[in-house]
């Protein structure tokens, strides 16, 4: 696609359920990164994938987080048992060459957990 | 791990100029900068490699120290549409991931 395409781009989910985020990235995209920013706040690092390498988990706040990468292109950030700190807009970027060319995001997941 | 922004916050009014530091604790490869807009998603400004470059993008230029691990942002004559939040995001290698700074919001004013 043209663009960095996140869904859905609002979600209220009760606390204790477990919730889905799915990113698709720009085609041909090999680095794929997952992002969190919570209200007024910075951007937290997540995950990050690049091609058939083993993901970077290490900015997953907890083993409730997973995500995975089918295929090398679609990804879906997994939360279980959502806690009300986990309510946040969850960012999805993409790049072609991650160190030469810049990060496209997508318009991100904005989660609510009551 | 996380680089330092300064100032946190600024205020210009319009046609003023601002400068937006960056600095790091680890030697780096490349700075990004983004530029985000309230309720919107970051948008990638420009990218600096290491090698002392200073690239211009519109009236908004950028220089990288990898010396010093620091970062500018220079926003010249300022218009409406810079408002925004500026986050600078520094890489220590040609792969991996962005740790971004918590950001500077900057309004500019008529």
């Known amino acids: 696609g043209a663009g960095v395409s996140q869904s859905p781009s609002n979600k209220v989910t009760e606390k204790g359920k477990d919730v889905e985020l799915r990113c698709d990235p720009i085609?041909?995209?090999?680095?794929l990164y997952w992002y969190r920013q919570s209200l007024g706040q910075g951007l937290e690092f997540l995950i990050y994938f690049q091609g058939n390498s083993a993901p970077d988990k290490s900015g997953l706040p907890s083993d409730r987080f997973s995500a995975e990468r089918t295929g090398g292109s679609v990804s879906t950030l997994t939360i279980q048992r959502t806690q009300q700190e986990d309510s946040a807009v969850y960012l999805c970027?993409?790049?072609?060459?991650?160190?030469?060319?810049?990060?496209?995001f997508g318009s991100g997941t904005r989660l609510t957990v009551v | 791990q996380q680089p330092v922004q300064s100032p946190q916050a600024v205020i210009l009014r319009e046609g003023e100029d601002a400068v937006i530091n960056c600095s790091s604790s680890?030697?780096?490869?490349?700075v990004h900068w983004y530029r985000q807009k309230h309720g919107e998603a970051p948008v990638f400004l420009m990218i600096?490699?290491?090698?002392?470059e200073q690239k211009g993008h519109e009236k908004i230029s950028a220089s990288f120290n990898e010396k010093k691990q620091q970062s500018s942002l220079y926003l010249t004559a300022s218009q409406l549409s810079y408002s925004g939040t500026y986050f600078c995001g520094p890489s220590v290698g040609s792969q991996g991931n962005l740790i971004f700074g918590k950001g500077t919001k900057l309004s500019v004013k008529p």
């Open positions: 085609s041909g995209h090999t680095a």
């Open positions: 970027a993409s790049s072609l060459r991650p160190g030469v060319y810049g990060y496209t």
């Open positions: 600096l490699l290491k090698g002392g």
């Open positions: 680890k030697a780096l490869y490349s």
